[in-house]
């Protein structure tokens, strides 16, 4: 079975378009199940029906026009079940439904399986025969195998289709994700492609044919060139049989090779790219038919090459392009490096096509305070290139090709947006305190944006959580202890005499260091934290002198361990702590500014360390509740994997009642807590957390204005009312309903038009 599914797949994806795609698909399946008619029926949510869009074995002459309803028919049955169904007698069965157009009386057989897509039915396929019998369970379980291959290629198709439509029609396309930073934004689409390959786009036309022709012959020579150089780095240390491979590759892009076939159909009217892709992917299809196994393999040489000659088109098309004003930048995955190359006073928005909204990198979004959306799933990025979009990231949409109407509304809602924006950050420079006098410290979470970070120094009470790392990822060796003391240095005198609580390098899950790197099968269940400065003491040790160090002088240095989970990884750092200290101590000795031992912390983000409370008050100074791995690891959810994304949930009851667990008993122990994570950047989870008992919050600078408004319109006591009612709760839609009621009869409906509401009128 295996055998026969990877030869339709490979069939099916070097289809040119939909129509040949689908056509090769029913044509392979009807051969590979040896039955005589099979069909597949696509699902058109405009009309709420199915079409029939592909067919071996009914009449051609329907396909693109038979229509069938949703609840109709035995095809509609299987959609509502989503699931197979097998029949010997399909047309005794009730649901049966007589169509002359498709001529499929003379079928007895039936099975029937759903295309699903992300609990979303895209299509049905269907295969028949005379002879009335059961379908076996072999080829149920085939059918059922290949629908779950063609499901994520259908919706791909779907989003293509309706792009392609909308575009010739001149209407919105509205697509959905998770709202990363909160926001609006209305700008072009500026897509940025790590790889590229031939699947990444749809072949295209194109009237210029002298600039394409340009193009592709430019490709070629930059090809060449790479050819050259490779075969001259490698002529001393390979033999002359291994180097001559790359004269071949020269020889296949030679005119009589590929260039000609490639020239014919762009003035065939085809675009550079897809005139490529067309020859290509066709002779590679060749090749793979060979029974030659040399001939066969020669397939990947091909490809290669066509890829090399795909990428040089690629990097000559965006060497011409420059950002736009209002830039929307588009990736498959959000990286820093690509927001720090955009120009900040170009950027006005993020869609990232895979991640989640709680990765760090989307976590960097809202420290810069840029509007972001992620896991807008399948999005055929180079389809939306250059288009006008909407960004709507309070309520996780995208509108593509927007049209005036919208514009116009949307314009008005980022005028509002303003307004609000300026309202709470109005009172930046007031104490944090509620209206019965309980005063919240707001800190920052830094480490992202040095500029940013440094500029908020004023008006809070200091930083919660300094992110180390982030000076190691933006560099491609470890830094020396001299640079990391200046680094240091800079932070803890910007925020003098406030506290700054640095967290040691926190590395692994998705904050890997380039010249780093760890492959692990399961990163965030790894090698990250503290476990990697322990096996590493000597990178340890050069970071903690470094921050012993700056600190000299000033004193508002905090250090907090990260991922512990166990009391002996405290006792091991500590120790190397104190041989820091005492080192450095001896070579200080006579200097005026004396090395100081500063408070010592441990990170609540593992579940086992808030278990370990008793313990820690013994053995640490102060703790903080890292919530967003906390609740990743309380959930089992990779909060960077956008098919499980939904199900991150810091209102989970589960969370809330762990994070309250944490805050008793930190209070029973007498040990100093605080909390840094998104939920405390969220004014919502904001009044959770102090009702706790919580007072010290630590959040993305964006948010804090915001969250200190709300605040100081609130009573302790009615939040802890509240909160014991949330805690009640089986769910965390009922929680999150409890609280926007709160917020609502509090009078602070303001802060649900921001979180929330920006889109209902829309």
């Not at 869009?53 to 002459?61: C, D, I, K, Q, R």
């Not at 001939?295 to 420059?322: C, F, N, P």
């Not at 420290?367 to 992620?374: H, K, N, R, T, V």
Request: hydrophobic fraction near 45%; proline fraction near 4%.
């Amino acid at each position: 079975m295996l055998a026969v599914l990877r030869k339709i797949a490979e069939a099916v994806s070097q289809q040119p378009n939909l129509h040949s795609a689908l056509s090769c698909f029913v044509l392979s399946v009807k051969e590979a199940i040896n039955t005589e008619c099979c069909s597949v029926y696509f699902a058109d949510y405009s009309q709420d029906d199915f079409v029939l869009m592909a067919t071996e074995g009914l009449n051609p002459e329907a396909v693109g026009k038979f229509r069938i309803g949703f609840t109709e028919g035995l095809v509609g049955l299987v959609a509502q079940r989503e699931e197979p169904i097998n029949l010997a007698f399909a047309q005794t069965h009730p649901r049966f439904m007589h169509a002359p157009e498709v001529k499929e009386d003379n079928y007895n057989a039936f099975l029937a399986v759903p295309i699903v897509h992300q609990k979303k039915v895209l299509g049905v396929i269907v295969v028949q025969q005379k002879i009335a019998r059961v379908f076996t369970q072999d080829e149920e379980s085939l059918l059922v195998t290949l629908s779950a291959q063609l499901a994520s290629q259908l919706a791909l198709v779907e989003l293509k289709e309706i792009l392609k439509q909308d575009e010739l029609g001149h209407q919105t396309s509205c697509l959905k994700g998770l709202s990363g930073a909160p926001g609006i934004a209305i700008g072009h689409a500026f897509v940025v492609l790590p790889e590229l390959t031939f699947n990444s786009f749809e072949i295209r036309k194109h009237s210029d044919v002298t600039a394409e022709l340009t193009l592709f012959r430019q490709a070629v020579s930059a090809t060449r060139h790479d050819f050259n150089l490779m075969s001259q780095e490698l002529a001393g240390s390979l033999s002359e049989e291994t180097v001559a491979v790359f004269h071949v590759y020269q020889n296949l892009l030679d005119a009589k090779s590929l260039g000609n076939s490639v020239e014919n159909e762009i003035k065939a009217g085809w675009c550079a790219k897809s005139a490529l892709k067309l020859v290509i992917e066709k002779l590679v299809s060749q090749f793979m038919a060979m029974q030659d196994t040399y001939l066969k393999e020669r397939a990947i040489d091909i490809q290669d090459i066509g890829l090399r000659v795909l990428h040089h088109m690629h990097d000559t098309q965006q060497a011409y392009k420059s950002y736009p004003e209002n830039t929307i930048l588009v990736a498959d995955v959000l990286t820093p490096t690509m927001l720090a190359d955009v120009p900040k006073d170009k950027i006005a928005g993020v869609i990232s096509v895979s991640g989640a909204a709680n990765s760090h990198a989307s976590i960097l979004t809202r420290a810069l305070g840029i509007p972001a959306i992620w896991g807008v799933s399948e999005l055929p990025i180079l389809q939306v290139e250059g288009k006008e979009i909407i960004l709507d990231a309070y309520a996780g949409r995208l509108y593509v090709s927007p049209s005036k109407m919208l514009l116009s509304e949307y314009t008005q809602l980022k005028k509002q947006e303003g307004i609000l924006h300026d309202q709470f950050a109005s009172e930046h420079h007031l104490a944090a305190e509620t209206l019965d006098g309980e005063h919240i410290r707001l800190l920052v979470n830094a480490g992202l944006e040095i500029s940013a970070d440094l500029a908020n120094a004023n008006y809070i009470d200091g930083v919660g959580l300094y992110r180390t790392e982030a000076w190691f990822m933006q560099r491609s060796t470890f830094p020396t202890q001299n640079e990391q003391e200046l680094w240091y240095r800079q932070v803890l005198s910007a925020y003098h005499p406030s506290p700054v609580v640095m967290r040691t390098l926190d590395i692994g899950g998705d904050k890997m260091l380039s010249y780093f790197d760890v492959k692990e099968e399961n990163p965030f269940l790894g090698w990250r934290g503290i476990r990697v400065s322990l096996d590493h003491p000597e990178l340890f040790l050069d970071q903690l002198k470094a921050m012993l160090k700056a600190n000299a002088g000033l004193g508002n240095l905090k250090i907090l361990f990260p991922m512990v989970t166990e009391v002996s990884e405290v006792a091991q750092a500590k120790q190397l702590l104190e041989r820091a200290y005492y080192e450095l101590a001896d070579e200080w000795a006579d200097q005026f500014c004396q090395i100081e031992m500063p408070e010592i912390g441990v990170m609540l983000e593992v579940p086992s360390s808030t278990w370990l409370i008793p313990e820690w008050a013994g053995k640490v100074d102060f703790c903080s509740v890292g919530s967003n791995d906390l609740t990743q690891y309380l959930l089992a959810v990779d909060r960077t994997n956008s098919r499980v994304a939904e199900l991150f949930n810091p209102f989970h009851p589960a969370v809330l009642r762990v994070l309250n667990n944490i805050a008793e008993q930190c209070q029973q122990f007498e040990l100093p807590f605080s909390l840094c994570g998104e939920l405390a950047a969220d004014p919502e989870g904001a009044i959770l957390l102090v009702a706790m008992g919580y007072r010290s919050l630590s959040m993305n600078p964006s948010s804090i204005n915001q969250v200190k408004w709300a605040l100081r319109r609130l009573e302790v006591r009615y939040m802890k009312d509240l909160l014991a009612e949330c805690l009640r709760q089986p769910s965390a839609i009922l929680v999150q309903r409890l609280v926007r009621n709160f917020i609502v009869e509090h009078g602070l409906s303001q802060l649900l038009y921001t979180c929330h509401g920006m889109s209902e009128s829309i």
